[in-house]
């Protein structure tokens, strides 16, 4: 039976931030279950305005946003797998209104209710938000095959943190959207710690992972793949199922940071403009640095009197 990833209407619009919100059980059972929760409208209009203007300035200056509209031949269409520009040296994270979203309160409510109290890592200089920014790049779109998890698995089974992928502009289907594989978080949870850059080798005999995971460079390999955003399967009893991430300005998803995701083509006629942040867990930081095989030198401040 396919995971049912609920929507929700949350708070919308400028209303004022609330101290009092509270996700439902239904949500917190949905996170458990796959490991993905799309909120509608969490984030006020007017701080998600100021971000997305903070990320306007920088393309205004190359020519592609020009008197409130694109102009998109400013520069050559990119073709995917190019996005076009290297968003962290044009955009830059370096935004206050950027930072502000991600601390936004009702936001942090939610964070906390899935992370069930467990203290996080705050943005500040070393850990900032990020801009997810694609141009066009792609006539026919298709799913790529790079699926990936940032964070290795735990020998204690825990999930290292909650990510959040949030909409500065509408994200239509086909758009660019990040896709994840719900369900994917209760696979590998095998007692051990596992780099990211094994998954792939222990995935790949799955049926249901065999062709996701294999660039396939046949001439008919377009709508093929295309098709595959449909799949939903199992591995074991886990139920799986990819899910794109569509959404307009002020929506979210929090995603289990076990999730294993992709960023996708934009076939769409619109730039992609997504934020990403990393709510990581501070007391499982140096259980995540010894399963990347980190030596201490690299734990982040933060988690050395941790360690
Ligand atoms: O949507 C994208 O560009 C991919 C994002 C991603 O892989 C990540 O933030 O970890």
Redesign the pocket.
Known sequence: MPLTIWRSATVTGDCPVTNTYTLTAEQRDTFKRSGILRLDGLLPAQRVRHAREAVLRPLERLGLWQAGAWRLDAMPRPQWPDTGLKTSQVIGNRHPELAALVEDSALAAAVDALLEGHPYERPGPNRRP?V?F?LPNAQTWTVPSGW?S?RPRLASGQSAGV?LFAFLDVVEARGGG?LAIAGSHHLLNEGRAIRPSQFGRLLRPKPFFADLMVADTAADSLQRRADLLQRTGAVGNVQLQIVEMTGAPGDVWLMDLRVL????PNAADRPRM?L?FRYERSDLLPEVASAFGWRRAAIPNSARNLA
């Open positions: 990020q997810l694609t990936h940032d990510q990040t995701h992709v960023g996708s997504m990403t």
